[in-house]
């Protein structure tokens, strides 16, 4: 199974996942937690590079260096982890890109579907939570929990307004495997949902 849990920075992620995997690990099932980008040397790399660099990358740029990073990551250790009967969490995946390169940058939605297709070879997750929260109310808890923000997290409210409006379009496309849940719920109630939507 491939968990995927997405929303915009400061939506709590984190905090769920690190729940989940307790909650799975306690009912026997072998977990693997990743994130995207990164979880590989190549992919690590990638993340500083989209991250942390001074350099202007341009929209599509990203949407390529992000779907790069995915692909080395299905390969190389999604795919076989699940034939080894792990359960994978992977904080972000496909859906980050179409919501923060196509719904925040402006890039086209049919092209990056087109790269999440090469990347993810046919891998698409049983089921995504999205974390959804306000704008300001996300930018509060990243504030808190970060020395200094990196790429994204400079990019401002109307992108990342754009990005949470991404998610909701996202979440009405694919009702079978999205389940958005209100972030502002308390840390056990989303928790309690998620539990619940994985039994």
Same mark, same amino acid.
Do not use: W
């Given at each position: ?7 915009? /920075?400061? !939506? ?6 690190? #729940? ?17 980008? $990164?979880?590989?040397?190549? !992919? @690590?790399?990638?993340?500083?590079? *989209? *991250?942390?660099?001074?350099? /202007?990358?341009?929209? &599509? =740029? @990203?949407?390529? *260096? ?5 692909? %080395?990551?299905?390969? !190389?250790? &999604? ?11 992977? /904080? ?11 719904? $925040? ?16 070879? $046919? #891998? #698409? ?13 996300? =930018? %509060? ?8 923000? /990196? ?18 379009? #996202?979440?009405?496309?694919?009702? @079978?495997? &999205?389940?958005?849940?209100? $972030? ?12 619940? =939507?994985?039994?």
């Amino acid at each position: 199974m491939l968990i995927t849990f997405e929303g915009i /920075d400061g !939506s709590g992620k984190t905090t769920q996942i690190n #729940l989940l995997r307790e909650h799975l690990e306690r009912c026997g099932h072998k977990v693997l937690c990743l994130r995207e980008p $990164g979880s590989t040397s190549i !992919s @690590e790399k990638i993340r500083e590079t *989209l *991250l942390q660099s001074k350099e /202007d990358i341009s929209p &599509i =740029a @990203e949407v390529l *260096l992000f779907c790069a990073a995915r692909a %080395q990551l299905v390969s !190389s250790v &999604i795919k076989p982890a699940l034939k080894d009967g792990f359960t994978v969490i992977c /904080d972000r995946y496909m859906d980050s890109t179409v919501a923060y390169q196509g719904y $925040g940058r402006g890039v086209d939605i049919a092209m990056i579907d087109a790269c999440n297709a090469m990347a993810i070879d $046919g #891998l #698409l997750p049983t089921i995504t939570f999205i974390l959804d929260v306000q704008v300001e109310n996300a =930018a %509060q808890r990243a504030d808190k929990r970060a020395e200094e923000k /990196d790429r994204m997290e400079n990019a401002g409210n109307d992108f990342f307004i754009n990005v949470r409006l991404g998610y909701h379009h #996202l979440a009405a496309q694919y009702k @079978e495997r &999205i389940v958005m849940i209100d $972030g502002t719920k308390s840390i056990e109630e989303i928790s309690e949902i998620i539990c619940a =939507a994985i039994i």
